[in-house]
């Protein structure tokens, strides 16, 4: 089985920084896409940003473009969101995601909370 666990959430102030980490355990595929998504109240899921297997290939949503920063690190199958200049409008639950490229399954972690406020 596979696991996803999230962390460093919490609470910061407008213009400020936060890195969330998410680390992957159990039966991982080897070929696989990590990534973050977030739900605010009252909205949809949304993809934030996604990383290939080798790091090599990044996607981001354009609301978080140039603040924020994908990364992984295979040898520890741990996947990271460095948040950068935070806004009110990024506070959400932000949730880890494993899906390997063969399969439309995704694996989801527990979500961690982001809150962004003066």
């Known amino acids: 089985q596979l696991q996803l666990v999230e962390s460093g959430g919490g609470l910061v102030h407008p213009g400020e920084s936060l890195r969330l980490s998410c680390a992957a355990s159990?039966?991982?595929?080897?070929?696989?896409?990590m990534g973050w998504y977030r739900q605010a109240p009252g909205k949809q899921r949304e993809v934030v940003a996604t990383i290939s297997t080798g790091g090599a290939a990044t996607n981001y949503a354009e609301s978080v473009k140039d603040r924020f920063t994908i990364s992984r690190d295979n040898g520890e199958n741990t996947v990271f969101l460095q948040m950068s200049s935070l806004k009110a409008e990024d506070t959400a639950v932000y949730y880890c995601?494993?899906?390997?490229?063969?399969?439309?399954?995704?694996?989801w972690g527990q979500g961690t909370q982001v809150t962004v406020s003066s």
């Open positions: 995601s494993l899906r390997s490229v063969l399969s439309t399954t995704f694996y």
């Open positions: 159990g039966s991982i595929p080897r070929v696989n896409l």
